[in-house]
């Protein structure tokens, strides 16, 4: 039996309680896949350190040098 045909099975045998508990962690899924693929970030951090890495100064310096200019 495919997966399909055992998933409409199960949820033909169900009770009311029991299709109520199950709609909610449908929507459970759908809420998570959706928050789940906004917070996607633009690059890994691989892909940064490969990008950074032909850099010869130092960013930390740099910053710091910045914010002693600041105060």
Known sequence: MKIK???YDAVNTMNLNELIF???QIRFFE???NVSTKKK???SIED???MTSSSE???ADAVIEE???RI
Do not use: D, G, V
């Open 5 to 7: 045909e055992s998933i």
């Open 48 to 50: 940064i350190l490969e």
């Open 22 to 24: 199950l709609y909610e």
């Open 57 to 59: 100064s130092r960013w």
């Open 41 to 43: 970030p633009r690059f």
């Open 31 to 33: 809420k998570k896949k």
């Open 67 to 69: 914010r002693a200019e």
